[in-house]
């Protein structure tokens, strides 16, 4: 059997890699063999052209790239990807192929930050550990950290203005707040299920979902205006679509309790950036918790940074030592489909 030629550019498996050599040859590009952000789009282009089988990871490719890989024989291209927006999905269509991705690969990443950044924004676990370690609310130093008193009940002073639960707020529990969940697919019912251990109750607004679909998680299926009034904490698991672009915006704070929490481990682009600043110094909605930005890294003059209510982290939220273990399962079981004559189970259809 003459094998095919194909190009990787993400981590598979071993052993899966090992299978797919058995019916392709395997040439490393891209970030795979450069390193992540080493791969700019016209390097790409060259190294992966002439391959029937293209496996991206984060590389770019715009009309001109998949046209010219089509050009020159692909047939098959897969992004290693939740959301494959670094590729030409119309080109793609155009050129009569299917792009497979990997989506729901880090599912449990994203939940598991989800829920981390829940706790951290109700319980103010970042204001008060970054307070801590500037020094707020510390006595000076001692010479014997060891020459304690003999005090029981330990803590940290009387509750006076000057007190950490004063300046920093005691926070609120999760238990039986109400969570409203944008979005409902893979990330979203992951977040659901953790959610619900810790006493939550789910609000889910999806319209590509039916509501018996939804309900049969044991979350309540809503329109979007009652999950906005009731939602304690909204938090987004949207992709960027067209349709999407800049939908939560300051129509959707407007309906939200002004004790309203939102959380943000999709992507910014879903969000009004002036609309959902305006809302956090106005009082509209009581704060965040957010993991991405509309430009990343993000300027250092952005003013979620030094806002209080806010619990900023650096776009880490999809990213875990096993993630790559989750997309490169997908997508070896996607080629191997493709090689044997089946149907793929992972198709991006929208543009």
């Known amino acids: 059997m003459e094998k095919k030629k194909m190009v990787l550019c993400t981590q598979l498996p071993e052993e899966r890699r090992k299978e797919l050599e058995q019916y392709c040859d395997i040439t490393e590009a891209g970030e795979l063999k450069h390193g992540k952000g080493n791969a700019p789009e016209a390097q790409t282009r060259e190294e992966c052209r002439g391959f029937e089988i293209v496996a991206l990871g984060d590389e770019y490719a715009g009309a001109d790239t998949i046209n010219d890989w089509v050009d020159h024989g692909m047939k098959f291209i897969g992004v290693a990807k939740g959301t494959p927006v670094t590729v030409d999905n119309k080109t793609i269509m155009e050129r009569g192929l299917q ?17 981390g950044l829940l706790i951290a924004m109700a319980r103010k676990i970042t204001l008060s550990a970054e307070g801590l370690h500037k020094g707020e609310h510390t006595t000076p130093a001692k010479d014997n950290i060891y020459d304690v008193p003999d005090v029981k009940n330990v803590t940290f002073g009387p509750l006076d203005e000057n007190h950490p639960f004063v300046d920093y707020g005691i926070g609120f529990e999760l238990y039986g707040k109400k969570l409203g969940i944008a979005g409902f697919g893979a990330i979203g019912r992951e977040v659901a299920k953790r959610a619900q251990a810790l006493g939550m109750k789910i609000l ?34 949207l992709p960027v679509v067209e349709s999407t672009m800049g939908i ?30 305006e809302a956090l110094q106005n009082g509209t909605i009581a704060g965040a918790a957010v993991d991405v930005y509309w430009e990343e890294p993000v300027p250092a003059n952005h003013p979620l940074l ?3 209510n806010v619990v900023c982290t650096p776009h880490m939220a999809g990213l875990t030592t096993d993630v790559d273990g989750w997309s490169g399962e997908m997508m070896s079981t996607e080629i191997l489909h493709y090689l044997k004559g089946e149907d793929r189970e992972y198709i991006w259809t929208r543009v």
């Open 99 to 115: 792009l497979s991705y990997t989506p729901g690969r880090n599912r449990v990443a994203v939940a598991e930050f989800t829920i």
């Open 204 to 237: 889910a607004y999806d319209p590509y979902m039916k509501a018996e679909q939804i309900e049969a998680t044991g979350a309540t299926a809503c329109d979007l205006d009652t999950m906005l009034a009731n939602c304690d904490i909204l938090s987004l698991h």
């Open 248 to 277: 939560v915006n300051k129509d959707w704070f407007s309906k939200m309790k002004k004790t309203a929490y939102v959380v943000n481990t999709a992507r910014a682009a879903v969000v009004d950036q002036k609309d959902f600043v």
């Open 306 to 308: 030094s806002m209080r």
